[in-house]
Nanobody, 114 residues
Framework: QAQVVESGGGTAQPGGSLRLSCVASVSILDRYTVAWYRQTPGRERALVASINRGNMTIYADSVKGRFTISRNNAAKTTYLQMNNLTPEDTDVYYC????????WGRGTQVIVSS
């Protein structure tokens, strides 16, 4: 089963930006629709954004116009550019296929606070 490693989280001020990265241990990334999810402790993971093999993207309403998902298949890496962050974006972010087929990684913590 493929493994993923997420990185790029941290603390940002409201209105700031972060760029998350996800490297997957797969032979060919472009076979997959890849997605970013978020999770608050005690709650189910929620879809944030996805990108399919044709680079078509889908976003949760709460992040439309602020977040951008992209991929670099050669580098087996998926990105989430997060702009104009708000405290409501605070969460642990994970990447996986959509629907989920890979093992879950450890995620990367995003904290938005002044």
């Amino acid at each position: 089963q493929a493994q993923v490693v997420e990185s790029g989280g941290g603390t940002a001020q409201p209105g700031g930006s972060l760029r998350l990265s996800c490297v997957a241990s797969v032979s060919i990334l472009d076979r997959y629709t890849v997605a970013w999810y978020r999770q608050t402790p005690g709650r189910e993971r929620a879809l944030v954004a996805s990108i399919n093999r044709g680079n078509m993207t889908i976003y949760a309403d709460s992040v439309k116009g602020r977040f951008t998902i992209s991929r670099n298949n050669a580098a087996k890496t998926t990105y989430l550019q997060m702009n104009n962050l708000t405290p409501e974006d605070t969460d642990v972010y994970y990447c996986n296929t959509f629907p989920q087929t890979w093992a879950w990684g450890r995620g990367t913590q995003v904290i938005v606070s002044s």
